[in-house]
């Protein structure tokens, strides 16, 4: 592109008359310079400019949250706080799973934990969204150490992924035992296998389900 570009622009900017819609004019120039400016790089080679669009990083669009309680906590207390965990004005919809780490008998139940995802509102900060899920945890577990709260900011790709590996048979064949006592635990506790509000479920996930 030359600089004719710029000429251009001036030109039809003479022809305005009233000084209210000259600066009408520049006030819509300056927005759309702005924009380009934000979305495009702009080299100048002599009376070249070369408009380049930007790679932009993508956007978060969800949360992945695991929470791991401590063995003193009842199953129904850790129901209760996910729940008021999920009352947050940011937060579009939701899918979450509760599991247990046993793989026989003696040991069912032990370890249970939910894994959640998030489909949050835009222009939500981090550090804002961080605050409060962890001080809804505070005063049950140490939500600084992400092996206990684990926070993760996802694109769509990846809350695809991990639908995935809430709903599905997971790809390591050592936890489909585990899984299968999920099943057994969830029975005796009257559990839903998974919770959801205003959340999209993949058919995918869906035909690859485990019977629950």
């Given at each position: 592109?030359s600089?004719?570009?710029?000429?251009?622009?001036?030109?039809?900017?003479?022809?305005?008359?009233?000084?209210?819609?000259?600066?009408?004019?520049?006030?819509?120039?300056?927005?759309?310079?702005q924009?380009?400016?934000?979305?495009?790089?702009?080299?100048?080679?002599?009376?070249v400019?070369?408009?380049?669009?930007?790679?932009?990083?993508l956007?978060?669009?969800?949360?992945?949250?695991?929470?791991?309680?401590?063995?003193?906590?009842?199953?129904?207390?850790?129901?209760?706080?996910i729940?008021?965990?999920?009352?947050?004005?940011?937060?579009?919809?939701?899918?979450?799973?509760?599991?247990?780490?046993?793989?026989?008998?003696?040991?069912?139940?032990?370890?249970?934990?939910?894994?959640?995802?998030?489909?949050?509102?835009?222009?939500?900060?981090?550090?804002?969204?961080?605050?409060?899920?962890?001080?809804?945890?505070?005063?049950?577990?140490?939500?600084?150490?992400?092996?206990?709260?684990?926070?993760?900011?996802?694109?769509?790709?990846?809350?695809?992924?991990k639908?995935?590996?809430?709903?599905?048979?997971?790809k390591?064949?050592?936890?489909?035992?585990?899984?299968e006592?999920?099943?057994?635990?969830?029975?005796?506790n009257?559990?839903?296998?998974?919770?959801?509000?205003?959340?999209?479920i993949?058919?995918?996930?869906?035909?690859?389900?485990?019977?629950?």
């Amino acid at each position: 592109m030359s600089n004719n570009y710029s000429e251009i622009f001036q030109h039809n900017y003479s022809d305005l008359v009233t000084e209210y819609d000259k600066g009408v004019w520049m006030l819509e120039f300056r927005k759309l310079s702005q924009q380009v400016y934000e979305t495009h790089d702009i080299k100048s080679q002599g009376n070249v400019i070369n408009i380049i669009k930007k790679t932009l990083p993508l956007k978060y669009s969800h949360i992945f949250v695991t929470v791991n309680p401590p063995p003193s906590l009842l199953l129904d207390d850790f129901i209760k706080i996910i729940n008021k965990m999920l009352n947050k004005r940011w937060i579009k919809g939701y899918i979450y799973v509760l599991e247990q780490r046993g793989e026989n008998d003696e040991e069912l139940g032990k370890g249970f934990h939910t894994h959640i995802l998030l489909d949050i509102q835009e222009g939500i900060k981090k550090s804002e969204i961080d605050r409060e899920i962890k001080n809804t945890w505070k005063k049950i577990l140490d939500q600084d150490n992400y092996h206990i709260l684990n926070i993760k900011y996802i694109n769509n790709d990846e809350q695809l992924r991990k639908q995935s590996y809430m709903l599905s048979y997971k790809k390591e064949e050592i936890k489909h035992k585990k899984q299968e006592y999920d099943i057994i635990w969830r029975n005796r506790n009257n559990l839903n296998k998974y919770y959801y509000l205003n959340y999209k479920i993949e058919q995918t996930c869906q035909e690859n389900m485990p019977d629950l």
